[in-house]
């Protein structure tokens, strides 16, 4: 049943995700809405990334995955995958790889390289770049096809505080021009900032699904309440 | 023992410094139909491994063992197979080539094209398995990422076709026979080398082998030289190490 | 630098394609090409004809097979009755005797046999009857059947009653020298790749003279009505070339050492 914009850009639903004789992931339903900064908390191994690939629809699954029309999805992976090439061609290559006709190409890749403050750097290997750099990079590799929802994978993970807050600004940003996000981090301070929606997930299952607000304020279950409880201090 | 090969080294030696016309024509001879045969075979050789790394059909997997299986043709039997092609009591006899050089440069390509297909194959394997999910993302079709990886992995690709390479010079049956080691036409560095040691003359024979060797060392060298002046403008993620043939 | 390695090849590739001048393929035999003799006539033919001759060497068997298939336009081997048989089959136009060398037994100095003197069966029953070792090129070529047709007038039959040294390489002839230089045994050779054999380790030629020891050449053409394609023309010029005056002369006056090696027999 195809969806409405109006109704939800993806939505899963009983969905499970198997690898071999593991589960990743149990029945998750859940329906990602236009305009949404949506973060996906838990510990380690609790099935985020999974979940992230899942909607992304890169994963083999259990159960539907219904997408609006259309939609147009990009990626930043938690180690994202640069080519052996030069910065500029890497961007060349993603805006060609999307199929943006090849007129407007060189204008959205400066653009973007602009957007991130990477504009010297443009004919540099894009691999002897920082890790910042690097994750800005992957970041203008995504927002350069203009995609309508935008997965992140720990985008901020290995990152130092300058780097981090610089990244954070660019996704408040890209938010701001109706991108809808879908972001998993361990950070919960970064989650109380950008999100507008927190899942917490814990052992594959989508334990916990609130808007910030009431994520933050009210009381949890159990296993929710001592993750919070676990992740001090709040002004981070 | 130690003689021989004192007085082979001391052959190569002078024929090195004498620049023997005859011998830079085989040496050239050598070069030339090798490289070609491994441009050729780089040419198609890597794009079915890049193919074949990333497709998925039933019988795949017996695919890839016979290409693995191919890597222990004997050149002999490639030649043979060949000269068996363009005798002119064969289908492609009336091509006229056997016993030119032409000849000689389809034998080798034909060698070594499971050399090359079957390391890069494995090669983006490797690559794919790891970041192929990133690319499919970013909306590349599996054999479009196959090829982008290739140019993302060219360093090794360097290697996989040096590797062809040291297979085509120093093969002697297949240009034996499909090119009859014809003098001034089709002689190369192996089958001279192969002509003089069934003529006795061992020093000799021993000398054009080190000639041979030091050719091809010239011109690792020289890649070697070019690979660093590239490699001094990226603090070089070291090229993916080579896998081990199967 | 890329760039250059493709010039390179292209220039190569236009090398492998260019139109070859006048040219004829002749299947010959490894122990001729070894002696040197094609280094001497056939700069020679090319002056007089201006036509470029490809040698292809292999043992006498092969080179008829080769031209049986085609894929050579005249053969020069020396094993009479195999070139009858070929002619007979209908692969070769006539037969033109050319010229003529010898056999010769090499084995160690010390001749533990007893077989030197000028007598190539009776040497051949000294070796067997002493076990002495044999080396035997087993290929098919012309020096092969010649040692064969020897072993029969000694009344020795090598398959059925191999004797006791006796061993077959399956080799040419400079391989087959090289086994017995280092394994000081007996073997047949033609003089030519001989005189021009620089392992020898201590052998000598002790078996010579022998009439039953010449070896006889001949040229053939291959037939245009088996195989369309052959470049009969050109193969016709050689022959009358080859067993003219002026190609008798040149073979004559090859020399290894100061030694004649080829005689010359055309049929006047």
Redesign the interface.
Known sequence: MPLTMSSGLIALEGVAVRFGATTALHGVDFTLRAGERVALVGANGCGKTTLLRVLHGRLPHEGRRLVAGDLRQAMVYQRPFLLRVSVWRNLMLALWLAGVPAAERTARADAALARVGLAGERNRPARVLSGGQQQRLALARAWAVRPQVLFLDEPTASLDPGAKREVEQLITEFSAEGMALVMSTHNLGQAKRLATRVLYLEGGRLVVDLATNDFFERPLPEPAALFLKGELPWSA | MNEGFGAALSTAWSLVIGFDARLAQIVGLSL?IS??SC?LAAGVGMTAGAWLAVARFPGHRTLVAVLNTLLALPSVVVGLAVYLLL???GPL??L?I?????AM?IAQTVLVLPVVAALTRQLVADAWH??G????????APF?AAL?LL????LALVTIALTAFGRAISEVGAVMIVG????G?TRVMTTAIA?E??????PLALGLGFVLLAVVGAINALIAL?QRRQGT???A?PAAALPAAA | MVRLILACLALFSAFLAHAQDKFIVMASTTSTEQSGLFAHLLPAFKAASGIDIRVVAQGTGQALDTARRGDADVVFVHDQAAEEKFVAEGYGMRRYPVMYNDFVIVGPKADPAGAKGKDVVAALVKIAAGGAPFISRGDKSGTNAAELRYWKGAGIDVTANKPAGYQACGCGMGPALNIAASSSAYVLTDRGTWLNFKNRGDLAVLVEGDTRLFNQYGVIAVNPARHPHVKVAMAQQFIDWVVSPAGQGTIAAYKIGGEQLFFPNAER
Do not use: C, W, Y
């Not at chain 2, 140019?151 to 060219?154: A, D, K, N, S």
């Open positions: 030339g490289s070609l441009v005798s002119r009591a006899g009336s006229g056997l016993f030119t050089p032409a440069v790891g970041n999910e990133q690319l499919r993302s970013m909306g590349a479009t982008l140019v993302h992995e060219r009859g080691n014809i003098d036409v002509l040691t069934s003529k006795g003359d061992l070019v403008h990226e603090a993620a």
